[in-house]
């Protein structure tokens, strides 16, 4: 069993940068992707980028601006976001185990997730 704590949210100002932690107490080294996704108040979860052994995927509306890295040796995942705008404002989750049976951007494409970790961007 993988267990996943997010870490590292924050308030910002517009145009500010966070990285976001995401520790899992097993090893991730069998896990076939991870995740970063977002869930804005009276919105659905969303993803925001995952990775896959030899392949990063990014949302729209984050890509060049957020950066998805993956070290297995610490059991970590981490999301770098730079230009940081009103619009990242949300709950941040860590999410692991892909199933093939969802997009990797909907909620239904991960069986494991952390609580969660608020990002709140500033006017």
């Known amino acids: 069993q993988v267990r996943l704590v997010e870490s590292g949210g924050d308030s910002v100002q517009t145009g500010g940068s966070l990285t976001l932690s995401c520790a899992a107490s097993?090893?991730?080294?069998?896990?076939?992707?991870m995740a970063w996704f977002r869930q804005a108040p009276g919105k659905e979860r969303e993803g925001v980028a995952a990775?896959?052994?030899?392949?990063?995927l990014y949302d729209d509306s984050v890509r060049g601006r957020f950066t998805i890295s993956r070290d297995s040796a610490k059991n970590t995942l981490s999301l770098q976001m730079n230009s940081l705008k009103p619009e990242d404002t949300a709950m941040y989750y860590c999410?692991?185990?892909?199933?093939?049976?969802?997009?990797?951007?909907?909620?239904?494409?991960?069986?494991?997730w952390g609580q969660g970790t608020q990002v709140t961007v500033l006017l």
């Open positions: 999410a692991a185990d892909f199933t093939t049976r969802a997009p990797w951007n909907t909620s239904a494409a991960y069986f494991k």
């Open positions: 097993g090893s991730i080294d069998k896990l076939n992707s």
């Open positions: 990775v896959f052994p030899g392949a990063t």
